[in-house]
């Protein structure tokens, strides 16, 4: 295990990302290209910054990436990368969504790696990640293009089910995924959501709320 962490470590120090966690996104970029040139990515939970320095590499310079987290990041973006804005903010802050709407009233993806302070109670931790997530899928209501596309980190547990079957309701594909470096005794997993359905609201075609049944089963470990 500790070999699996030392090499992801190392390989974002060779590469210059200020986080392992960049290979997470770059796991689900090469497999599901859906971040694309041109696009504007908002990344919440951005510090360090490899997650948007990464989809600043991706989108090039005709797209753009607004980074928000509690702390401020340092990182600038690479020669023929999107511009990075980065942005102070609690993503609790109702103001947040305004000051956004003012940069870009819509961005194509919404990138959430938000993770919230643990304290060792399992049941605890598991929730506050939960109202982070949910938080982040509330906001693609008002900042998601229509046909945009959401990826979130989640930690699994007994009301994780009920969070995927919010996002399907949302998304015309839902992936659950494991990443190879995410560490196996980690609970997190990433949610990825294909092809907003904007003003669904969270309800399906016939209007009853969706399970997480399918998505559950298609997890890739
Ligand atoms: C795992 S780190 C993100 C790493 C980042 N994706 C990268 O690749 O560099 C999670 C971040 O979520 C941020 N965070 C947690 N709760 C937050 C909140 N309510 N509002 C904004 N950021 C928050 C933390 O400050 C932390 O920097």
């Known amino acids: 295990m500790r070999k699996v962490k ?125 109202n982070l997530v949910r938080q982040t899928l509330d906001m693609t209501e008002i900042l998601l293009h229509d046909k945009g596309h959401f990826l979130c980190k989640a930690f699994q547990g007994e009301d994780f089910p009920a969070f995927v079957g919010e996002v399907q309701a949302r998304f015309e594909q839902v992936q659950v995924i494991k990443p190879k470096s995410s560490r196996t005794e980690s609970r997190e997993v990433f949610v990825l959501g294909l092809g907003f359905r904007k003003g669904r609201g969270g309800l399906v075609e016939d209007g009853q709320e969706s399970g997480a049944g399918e998505a559950i089963a298609g997890v890739e470990a």
């Open 6 to 130: 030392d090499f992801y470590y190392q390989k974002a120090k060779k590469d210059k990302y200020p986080a392992r966690s960049i290979y997470k996104l770059e796991e689900v970029q090469k497999k599901y290209h859906f971040l694309r040139r041109g696009d504007a990515v908002l990344d919440l939970g951005c510090c360090p910054g490899s997650w948007s320095l990464y989809a600043s590499e991706v989108v090039g310079e005709s797209g753009l990436v607004v980074g928000v987290d509690l702390q401020e990041t340092a990182t600038s973006a690479r020669p023929g990368g999107a511009l990075i804005q980065w942005i102070v903010a609690d993503i609790m802050d109702p103001e947040l969504v305004l000051q956004l709407r003012r940069i870009r009233p819509a961005f194509k993806v919404l990138l959430s790696d938000l993770a919230p302070k643990t304290t060792g109670n399992r049941w605890a931790d598991h929730q506050q990640s939960l």
